[in-house]
Nanobody, 115 residues
């Protein structure tokens, strides 16, 4: 089992910044990718960004140039720096770790961007 604990959500005005963190614990050996998803009300959960152990990254088109994903392998922690936030970024953000064909999820953290 992999446990994921997120932090860093909140309320911010449009144009502002937030930084999300997700710490993994438990059966963390053989973890490669770590990522962030989000789900807005009435919408499907979507990939925001992902990063491999080697540092390769992947971003949704809607956040490219504004969000930066990074990770500290020694701390088994992944970060999401969110800049130039827009109201459409409002959602619950979930940390995700795929391992051996199973997806592990954090509890989610609310990000609300006011206009």
């Amino acid at each position: 089992q992999v446990q994921l604990v997120e932090s860093g959500g909140g309320l911010v005005q449009a144009g502002g910044s937030l930084r999300l963190s997700c710490a993994a614990s438990g059966s963390i050996f053989s973890i490669n990718a770590m990522g962030w998803y989000r789900q807005a009300p009435g919408k499907q959960r979507e990939l925001v960004a992902a990063i491999t152990t080697g540092g390769s990254t992947n971003y949704a088109d809607s956040v490219k140039g504004r969000f930066i994903i990074s990770r500290d392998n020694a701390k088994n922690t992944v970060y999401l720096q969110m800049n130039s936030l827009k109201p459409e970024d409002t959602a619950v953000y979930y940390c995700n770790v795929p391992k051996w064909g199973k997806d592990y999820w954090g509890q989610g953290t609310q990000v609300t961007v006011s206009s």
